[in-house]
């Protein structure tokens, strides 16, 4: 308990001094109660009401047997929701190991803090009303007692503590881990398709019986907590492996890198980084993976839906190159200051990270053919718009907003977390959701033509005005440099 009291004591105090806009403001802080509000009020009321609807879908079916059914869906859905959007926990061990606290303490209080968040939030809402509507009226109270205990630890222990676990299993072992995921992932999807849908069936018979759920949530939960802390002691700074030298086909690539692309040497000397950096390549790897999903998700619906499957394309296409967009100028303290002291231009730092962005979005413009052949040319026209306007408009407004983005990466830690507070990272989203919008409007007022033009056009000029954007970003890098490298140092984790 002492460890948790000092590092909650710790994160308020890191929370209280944030500079970043409305956390230390009362406005900003009703806006976002606000807005926390309005997306509470529909799902508690769903919740509530889950039972009636049910009934009203099937009334041949038992609605308690329904939802016993969908309850354990809800774990790998927070689980990634939370690895997704929240970062692990980045306290550093080593500042505290002069205090009379043990490590495993610490680490049992990270892991405990990582369930202070809008996801356990939002798992009271969801799981709370309709325990009270249909649960609580239905059973004994030791029964829907049991029952509610291990819908929450499942929802919010589990959860948390899974997606803890897969971003240091990411880091760690990334492509095992990768590939493992994909063959969970395409069990479930046989399993829910093809039959003989197991998985519901197992959530059936744990949450139909709640003693024997209580007891299985206690032991998954333990299971879970117990690999996390081994993982996390293995990977702790202190006593973790350190990433080796590059092998022999790794530094050939980085060769290529130098003698081929523009700024060659910055380029590869910042794809080093992201290799090097457990965060970094947890962006990367993420990144690729939402590719592969959407893409996969928009071949299915081309078939019958031609809308969702181009709005899939317009939000994934960019892969890595939204979430390393944020962070790319300073990855760490010691980096920005590396990278500044050394006789770089800023004019050729500029344009090594267009470069490397650049890079990020190749995966998902080589992968935009294979839509060519179901689409009529009106709207391949709107494939063609969306590379231009990720190379021309967005890569560069992502350069221009990352020196005002002025937090370290977590370079022990592996995650897919683009948590930007400040006015100008919340003003590139427009531009990232553009194409989706230009799907839905071509298909729905069938302007397929205007919209590739709109956005093939803008990204065209952004291309062509590179010569002269290129000076502007650098001149304002060199004019952000000194608060970004102060930023950085004061934003350092604890």
Known sequence: MRAIRILLRHRVTRWLRDPTWGTGTVAGQVVLLGFLLVLLAPLGLGSYVLGEVLRELYPEASALSLINGGMLYLVPVFMASRFLTQPPPSEHVAPYVSLPISGTGLLNGQAALSLLSLHT??????????????????????????????????????????????????????????????????????????????????????FGRPALGLVAAVIAVGGVHAALLRARLEVDGRTGRRTGSPSRRQAGFYRWVERTLPAGRLVALTLRQVARTRRLRGVGLSGLAFIVYGYGVALGEVFRELAPSLFFVGLVGL???????????????????????????????????????????????????????WLSPAQSSLLLGFALWWSGIVVPALVYVAPRLRKPVDTSASAFTISVRTLHGIAVY?????????????????????????????????LLALPWTTGVLARQLASHRHAMTAGFRENEPV
């Open 121 to 206: 939030v939002f798992a009271v809402v969801l799981v709370g009303p309709v325990w009270a509507r249909e649960i609580a009226t239905a059973w004994t109270p030791v029964g829907a007692g049991a029952w509610l205990v291990a819908a929450l630890l499942l929802t919010i222990v589990l959860a948390s503590h899974g997606a803890n676990l897969l971003h240091l299993l990411l880091g760690r072992r990334p492509w095992g881990t990768a590939g493992a995921l994909a063959g969970i992932a395409l069990f479930f999807a046989a399993d829910a398709t093809l039959g003989p849908d197991l998985f519901r069936g197992f959530s059936r018979v744990l």
């Open 319 to 373: 892969g890595p190159t939204l979430g390393l967009g944020f962070i790319v100028f300073g990855i760490a303290a010691g980096h920005a200051d590396g990278l500044f002291a050394r006789p770089h231009a800023p004019r050729r730092i500029v344009k090594a990270t267009l470069v490397l962005l650049w890079l990020g979005i190749l995966p998902g413009t080589l992968l935009l053919p294979a839509f060519l052949p």
């Open 430 to 462: 427009p531009l990232w959701f553009a194409p989706m919008i230009a799907a839905a409007v071509a298909d729905a007022a069938g302007v397929w033509w205007t919209a590739g033009a709109v956005l093939g056009g803008a990204g065209l000029i952004g």
